[in-house]
């Protein structure tokens, strides 16, 4: 049949109808904001330290000498999770001996927090942390909690999806990939209706349709996102694409409390940072090719991240800017992956690989809190990781097909190759050489 940009031209580009769509899948996306990352809040970890009892016998001075010190960040500061041997140190204080001076601290035995934590309330009033105690031998069970709220939200994106689906218009391009034209005749005439364009009497004539019957006889399933050798290195390159920036992407947000600084400021920077990203994305995507585009943000990305363990512990200030640097990277890299992906299939899957691979980068949300969690062990391993996998995608994007300038592909045998099987071919494009290409970002 023509080709679909052909039937719909009459539209125009960026109609009221093209707004009117834009503005709804916009506003569906605004709540995941709210939910996705009120859990660096809601999980936040505090200060805290062993609760001593009241009833402990102890003297002032043994009171505060109860805790022992260890190195953390450099500095001597009290221990989480150890304090000394309460029974030993009420027989201290009866026998009227003074820590440190007739007893050296260092010798005495250490017990666990027996009788729970006090936490610190200068930055959080409550937190799933502080109300479920999952500090210390249960710190393991922080990042397990804010996984299964990321789990929820997959739920809940999925459920959203369907919700949006009965007010988003279906596209009318899908429909026709799927032998529905009466469905996608129907949207477009609407669409023209509100765009105040008269749409030709004709729309899809019955020879069109009984030409492209054969190729609608057999549905997609998500196994035709493996059917060739070239089709399943796209597909297994984009779950991996996706999967590891979203690691670094979370990793980053979630990591906020732990930077230098007052909490809610640092995460406040850190959504402001993506403003700019999110235009400088949409400025690449206009005026360059996708590979160099998004491997060159990944790359600054996974660099400026790697490069924190070199800064100097005094120099917080330039530790939280290459963390920013670092978030804007990713978040624009992360941002044009939904725009690439689309371009890499066609029509009668493009929807399947786009659920595949963001089915990938929600399982990435899931494991990221891991990530973070490593920096119990050494504050510099979250990031080592995660700059480091950023900085292995780019190379892995620069194997991939480029899109820009062409059209989208309508079926599999238009999908361009991977660019190590090209053995001096661009495509196995059956189009026409003359057909001039456009943009990718197609209204309907």
């Known amino acids: 049949m023509r080709d679909y940009d052909a039937v719909t031209a009459f539209l125009g580009e960026w109609g009221r109808f093209q707004r009117l769509v834009f503005f709804l899948l916009s506003a569906s996306i605004i709540p995941n904001g709210f939910n996705g990352m009120s859990v660096v809040f809601l999980a936040g970890t505090p200060e805290h330290r062993c609760v001593v009892p009241r009833g402990a016998n102890l003297s002032d001075e043994w009171r505060n000498a109860s805790i022992p010190l260890e190195l953390r960040g450099g500095r001597e500061e009290p ?4 304090r000394y041997r309460l029974a030993a140190l009420a027989n201290f ?30 930055v959080y009033h409550s937190t799933i942390i502080t109300e479920w105690n999952l500090v210390c031998e249960d710190d393991w069970k922080a990042p397990l909690t804010t996984s299964l709220f990321f789990v929820g939200v997959l739920i809940g994106s999925f459920i959203s999806g369907q919700l949006s689906d009965r007010i988003i218009p279906e596209s009318p391009r899908w429909l026709i990939s799927q032998g529905r034209y009466k469905e996608a005749e129907a949207i477009i005439r609407k669409a023209a209706k509100i765009n105040g364009i008269p749409a030709p009497a004709v729309l899809f004539d019955t020879a069109e349709m009984q030409d492209s019957k054969p190729q609608q006889q057999q549905k997609a399933i998500l196994l035709d996102l493996f059917r060739t050798r070239n089709i399943a290195t796209i597909t297994i390159m984009s779950l991996l694409l996706w999967f590891f920036t979203s690691v670094g992407y979370f990793g980053l947000s979630l990591s906020t409390p732990d930077w230098h600084g007052n909490a809610y400021v640092n995460c406040f920077l850190s959504a402001v940072i993506e403003v700019p990203a999110y235009v400088i994305a949409w400025l690449l995507l206009r005026s360059l090719p996708r590979r160099y585009s998004l491997s060159g943000t990944f790359f600054l990305g996974g660099s400026v991240v790697l490069f924190i363990q070199l800064v100097p512990a005094e120099l917080n200030v330039l530790s939280v800017g290459l963390v920013m640097l670092g978030k804007f990277g990713i978040t624009a890299a992360f941002s044009m992956l939904y725009v690439y992906n689309v371009e890499l299939y066609p029509t009668q899957v493009r929807n399947m690989a786009v659920g595949a691979t963001s089915t990938a980068s929600r399982l990435g949300s899931i494991i990221a809190p891991y990530f973070v969690y490593l920096g119990a062990y050494d504050r510099f391993l ?14 892995l994007t620069l194997f991939l097909p480029e899109s820009y300038g062409n059209p989208l592909p309508e079926s599999f045998e238009q999908m361009m190759k991977v660019k190590c099987f090209r053995n001096g071919e661009q495509t196995t494009s059956i189009r026409s050489s003359k057909e001039s290409p456009k943009s990718l970002v197609t209204p309907l």
């Open 79 to 82: 221990s989480r999770c150890r």
């Open 93 to 122: 204080s009866a026998l009227g001996l003074r820590p440190g001076s007739d007893v050296e601290l260092g010798t005495l035995e250490q017990e666990p927090c027996l009788d729970g934590w006090e936490y610190s309330r200068d």
């Open 382 to 395: 979250p990031y080592i990781l995660m700059g480091s996998l950023t900085v292995l995608i780019g190379i």
